[in-house]
């Protein structure tokens, strides 16, 4: 099993940042790929960038060039750094770690973007 506790939601005006973080315990090793997710209400969940335990990352074309998705060096946690945000970046945003085939799911932070 794997837990997941996210952090650094909030609300923060258009053009400003936010910096996510996820810290996982339990079973955290032979995790292949973490990531963090969004969910807009009355919208499907969907993923906005994932790393895997080599490095390589992945991201949705509305976030690239404005977040970055990082490892902490013990791969037990995981940040998203979010600049330049939109209205359209409301969400509850979801960390997501993959361990042998299952993923597992944290409780969502909420980020909300309005002046």
Same mark, same amino acid.
């Given at each position: 099993?794997? #837990?997941l +506790?996210?952090?650094?939601?909030?609300?923060? #005006?258009? /053009? /400003?940042?936010?910096?996510?973080?996820?810290? !996982?315990s339990?079973?955290?090793?032979?995790?292949?790929?973490?990531?963090?997710?969004r969910?807009?209400?009355?919208?499907? *969940?969907?993923?906005?960038?994932?790393?895997? &335990?080599? /490095?390589?990352?992945?991201? !949705?074309d509305? +976030?690239?060039?404005?977040?970055?998705? $990082? *490892?902490?060096?013990?791969?037990?946690?995981l940040?998203?750094q979010?600049? $330049?945000?939109?209205?359209?970046?409301?969400?509850?945003?979801?960390? *997501? !770690?993959?361990?042998?085939?299952?993923?597992?799911?944290?409780?969502?932070? #909420?980020?909300?973007? $309005? &002046?």
């Amino acid at each position: 099993q794997v #837990q997941l +506790v996210e952090s650094g939601g909030g609300l923060v #005006q258009p /053009g /400003g940042s936010l910096r996510l973080s996820c810290v !996982a315990s339990g079973s955290i090793f032979s995790i292949t790929s973490m990531g963090w997710y969004r969910q807009a209400p009355g919208k499907e *969940r969907e993923l906005v960038a994932t790393i895997t &335990s080599g /490095g390589s990352t992945n991201y !949705a074309d509305s +976030v690239k060039g404005r977040f970055t998705i $990082s *490892r902490g060096n013990a791969g037990s946690t995981l940040h998203l750094q979010m600049n $330049s945000l939109k209205p359209e970046d409301t969400a509850v945003y979801y960390c *997501r !770690a993959d361990r042998l085939y299952l993923p597992y799911w944290g409780q969502g932070t #909420q980020v909300t973007v $309005s &002046s």
